[in-house]
């Protein structure tokens, strides 16, 4: 988390529009390929029998799924599937904003369409179908007759609840002995669900402390993991995980009208490309090509154009990219080329993500609460005008304005520029935080709940101590 200003936005034409990464579809691929390759094993073996479903989540990629790779293991052929889960195009709990906006929707179908594109090179396919995981899933299983659904854990209450029902559903499809995956069975049994952790850079089960003490002061987690846990390397796969079961119709990766929105593209400021093949190819053009990292300390709290920051958020959020290769990278760049401070602030930064993540774990929907897990009671004002002003832009101070129409515009906002916007709401315009929190929710196209309802109760003073974030006096 950035707190102090240092470094001055550097002058850039608001006409400029930079695709990130800045890279051709040639490059790109082959970035994405040796990176594959490098991470490809020859030794791993598989023992299992029958058909396991692969169902992808915010997890989209191939390098170091875990899920994927167990799936891989325990089967003889793999299903992998998404779900376009209609309560991601509802509105937001409170306010009734979009839940997705068209800029994260498109974001999410190049992560589909490219992720499609990697496993078909990995002897696999894509199953993409539309409906609530909790119907799709156990059809598929009794169909299919797989002996387990694997997939990532996440830990908010709306994706908690969507594994229950999945959990549920399994539950009343009967498989007979001959669909198990171990030669022993001899019953009828159900498919299960096997919930694998994923999502940080530090694993929940190696963590020093549980998490009903985990402390409510950043420094002190990071301290702690820092000093007694290590990172667990990335998951190696063989280079083909075929076959994939037969099916007639693998769906398509819809388009943005198929999921009930208007195509919105950006036109000026920064335009992100969704899928892993982008994100490994942000990755290798920041540390690698740019040679970026190396100053990435000093330049973190700028505004514009895209390399003050990693812009890595977006993959993160969509699971396209792993925090544990990103690890991996920063350590590779500073065996050859440098370790000074501001490679070890990437990883610093991603521990306040992996902390957000297990802080939702300990504090539950508190986080999404006007009170958070503070449960503080204090006066906000929820007045329409006040806040429109401050979503569209119209607020009249122009660093508020530039902030909110980039957000608009790109799906994207320097870590710097939330701070203030975010400040400017609750302490200048009094506004309930959660306002801010449901239009970051439709917008952003690093959406996640952790890190944004984290990021807004601690700039609101409802995590610990008040009022944390800088001070705006306009
Ligand atoms: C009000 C508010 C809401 C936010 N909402 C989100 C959100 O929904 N999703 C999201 O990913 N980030 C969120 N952030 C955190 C942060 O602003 C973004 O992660 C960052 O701007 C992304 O740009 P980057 O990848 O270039 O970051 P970098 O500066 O390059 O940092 C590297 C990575 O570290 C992590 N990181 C950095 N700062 C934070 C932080 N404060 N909290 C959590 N992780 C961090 C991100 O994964 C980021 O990609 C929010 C911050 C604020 C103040």
């Not at 669909?179 to 089960?205: A, F, R």
């Not at 987690?221 to 075929?242: D, M």
């Not at 943005?256 to 036109?267: C, F, P, R, V, Y």
């Not at 100053?295 to 514009?304: A, D, F, P, W």
Request: proline content about 5%.
């Amino acid at each position: 988390m950035n707190s102090t200003s240092k470094s001055e936005p550097k002058s850039v034409s608001s006409s400029t529009i930079y695709q990130v990464p800045g890279l051709d579809s040639h490059e790109m691929d082959s970035i994405a390929e040796k990176t594959f390759e490098r991470y490809s094993s020859k030794t791993v073996k598989r023992n299992g029998k029958g058909i396991s479903i692969v169902w992808y989540r915010n997890d989209l990629r191939v390098l170091d799924n875990e899920a994927l790779f167990k799936a891989w293991v325990s089967s003889e052929a793999i299903l992998p599937v998404y779900c376009i889960d209609p309560r991601l195009f509802e509105t937001t709990y409170c306010f009734g904003f979009p839940k997705t906006g068209a800029l994260r929707a498109q974001f999410i179908i190049e992560c589909l369409a490219d992720l499609k594109k990697n496993l078909m090179k990995k002897g696999l396919d894509l199953l993409i179908q539309r409906g609530k995981p909790e119907d799709i899933l156990p059809s598929l299983a009794k169909a299919f007759g797989a002996h387990t659904v694997y997939a990532h854990k996440e830990t908010c209450s709306e994706e908690l609840q969507v594994e229950r029902l999945v959990t549920r559903g399994l539950r009343g499809v009967v498989l007979s002995p001959a669909q198990g995956n171990s030669t022993s069975s001899s019953s009828t049994h159900n498919p299960k669900l096997e919930l694998i952790w994923g999502s940080t850079m530090y694993h929940l089960d190696d963590l020093p402390i549980s998490i009903s003490s985990l402390p409510d002061v950043y420094t002190q987690f990071r301290k702690s993991v820092e000093a007694k846990c290590a990172i667990r390397g990335c998951i190696r796969l063989p280079k083909s995980l075929g076959p994939a079961p037969s099916i007639d119709d693998w769906g398509h990766v819809p388009s943005i009208e198929q999921l009930g929105l208007q195509s919105e593209k950006a036109t000026k400021g920064m335009r992100f490309l969704g899928g892993e093949t982008a994100a490994l190819s942000r990755v290798s053009e920041y540390f690698w090509k740019k040679d970026s990292l190396k100053v990435y300390k000093e330049t973190r709290n700028g505004m514009l154009g895209p390399d003050y920051s990693t812009k890595f958020s977006p993959w993160l959020a969509s699971g396209s990219l792993s925090p544990r290769f990103i690890y991996e990278e920063v350590k590779r760049y500073e065996k050859e080329r440098l370790a000074n401070d501001s490679t070890y602030w990437v990883l610093f930064e991603l521990i306040w993500r992996d902390y957000f993540r297990f802080l939702s774990i300990k504090y539950g929907n508190s986080i999404f609460h006007l009170g958070g897990p503070r449960k503080a009671e204090r006066g906000w004002s929820q007045e329409q005008k006040l806040f429109e002003s401050w979503r569209n832009g119209c607020t009249g101070y122009p660093l508020i304005d530039a902030n909110m129409k980039e957000l608009s515009a790109t799906g994207f906002m320097s870590n710097r520029g939330r701070q203030i916007v975010c400040s400017f709401l609750v302490r200048d315009m009094g506004i309930d935080w959660r306002m801010g929190a449901e239009w970051f929710e439709t917008c952003l196209l690093d959406y996640d709940p952790c890190s944004n309802y984290g990021n807004w109760t601690y700039g609101a003073g409802e995590f610990t101590c008040a009022f944390p974030f800088l001070s705006i006096y306009i």
